[in-house]
C-alpha cells in the first residue's frame, strides 16, 4: 500500500487541485451549498471517464443520458462563491482543508 501525499496545490473556481505522488491528481469541487465532489484521478486520466450519479437537475429533464456524464463536469450545478486559502478553500457553508504529507482531507460544515 502506498500512502499519498500532495505537492503542489492549485486553486480552480470551484476549490483545488493537487498534485499527489504516484501520478495521481487530487480534485476538491464545492458544487452546490449542500454538495463537495472529492476525486482522485489515476495518471490525469479516469479508466471510465462518465458517471451517472452525480446529475444536477435531472428532475427538469428526465435521467442522467445513458451515456453518462462527463465524471468532473460542472454543468447545470450552481458552485457558490469559493475563497482560497493557503491550504484549502472555502464557502459560507463548507471547507475543505488538505494536509500535504500523509495525505490528509477534512471537510467541515458550517452551521449557519
Known amino acids: 500500500m502506498t500512502i499519498l501525499s500532495a505537492s503542489t496545490i492549485i486553486?480552480?473556481?470551484?476549490?483545488f487541485t493537487a498534485a499527489l505522488n504516484e501520478g495521481f491528481t487530487l480534485r476538491a469541487d464545492i458544487l452546490e451549498?449542500?454538495?463537495?465532489?472529492?476525486?482522485?484521478?489515476?495518471?490525469?486520466r479516469f479508466r471510465i471517464p462518465q458517471t451517472w450519479m452525480i446529475a444536477p437537475d435531472t428532475h427538469k429533464n428526465g435521467d442522467v443520458p445513458v451515456e453518462g456524464r462527463d465524471r468532473l463536469s460542472l454543468d447545470l450545478f450552481n458552485p457558490p462563491e469559493?475563497?482560497?486559502?493557503?491550504?484549502?478553500?472555502?464557502?459560507?457553508?463548507?471547507r475543505v482543508t488538505i494536509e500535504k504529507s500523509p495525505l490528509r482531507l477534512?471537510?467541515?460544515?458550517?452551521?449557519n
Open 11 to 15: 486553486p480552480t473556481r470551484t476549490g
Open 82 to 94: 469559493v475563497q482560497h486559502e493557503e491550504n484549502g478553500a472555502s464557502s459560507n457553508d463548507w
Open 33 to 44: 451549498d449542500w454538495l463537495i465532489r472529492i476525486a482522485v484521478k489515476p495518471d490525469e
Open 106 to 111: 477534512t471537510i467541515e460544515r458550517h452551521e
